[in-house]
T-cell receptor
Framework: ETGVTQSPTHLIKTRGQQVTLRCSSQ?????VSWYQQALGQGPQFIFQ???????GRGNFPPRFSGLQFPNYSSELNVNALELDDSALYLC????????????FGPGTRLTVT | AQRVTQPEKLLSVFKGAPVELKCNYS??????LFWYVQYSRQRLQLLLR??SRESIKGFTADLNKGETSFHLKKPFAQEEDSAMYYC???????????FGTGTRLQVTL
């Protein structure tokens, strides 16, 4: 059984660019949730994907979008990057939509300059 | 909307001293509360949840609906308890966690 993995570990982008972050869910899990963690803050819910459909979204603009694939891995896409998008992006996987058994990945650190 | 408040950014205690990490929440319904921990260079992981009423690594937390609090306690701090602790809330039917800003616990000799 493998845990949640995320790629890349970190990256640097320029304001206005687009970025794609990837998450592979833990074996046997069919749900992926994405969180943004700004420096000095707790994680903030972006959205959740369950069986390839968005299932709940936090207070983030439409330029934050996602996908889930048939193997339950997921992508987070951010368009028109802003300086405030600099953060650690966490994904968490689970079986079903409940938060009780969410397992977090190590995160991707995004820096926007 | 729900909100979780952790008033202390840093809590420093001596080894063997009692620990209490404070967490207050605001939500009009019946929330479910969690404590997550992140040790140095490790990923965020669940420590305990109020619905299980369990003690993990000597830590306990009781949900006080009257005071809307869910403080994390341990009678005797250990060096290995040094970590970042986050209190989190879900509304049961929701699929998301709402986190506080976290408290760094530093246990010194």
């Amino acid at each position: 059984e493998t845990g949640v993995t995320q790629s890349p570990t970190h990256l640097i982008k320029t304001r206005g660019q687009q970025v794609t972050l990837r998450c592979s869910s833990q074996s046997g899990h069919n749900t992926v949730s994405w969180y943004q963690q700004a420096l000095g803050q707790g994680p903030q819910f972006i959205f959740q994907y369950y069986r390839e459909e968005e299932n709940g979204r936090g207070n983030f603009p439409p330029r934050f979008s996602g996908l889930q694939f048939p193997n339950y891995s997921s992508e987070l896409n951010v368009n028109a990057l802003e300086l405030d998008d600099s953060a650690l992006y966490l994904c968490a996987s689970s079986w079903g939509t409940s938060v009780y058994e969410q397992y977090f990945g190590p995160g991707t650190r995004l820096t926007v300059t | 909307a729900q909100r979780v408040t952790q008033p202390e950014k840093l809590l420093s205690v001596f080894k063997g001293a009692p620990v209490e990490l404070k967490c207050n929440y605001s939500y009009s319904g019946s929330p479910e509360l969690f404590w997550y921990v992140q040790y140095s260079r490790q990923r965020l992981q669940l420590l305990l949840r109020h619905i299980s009423r369990e003690s993990i690594k000597g830590f306990t937390a009781d949900l006080n609906k009257g005071e809307t609090s869910f403080h994390l306690k341990k009678p005797f701090a250990q060096e290995e308890d040094s970590a970042m602790y986050y209190c989190a809330l879900t509304t049961g039917t929701a699929s998301k966690l709402t986190f506080g800003t976290g408290t760094r616990l530093q246990v010194t000799l």
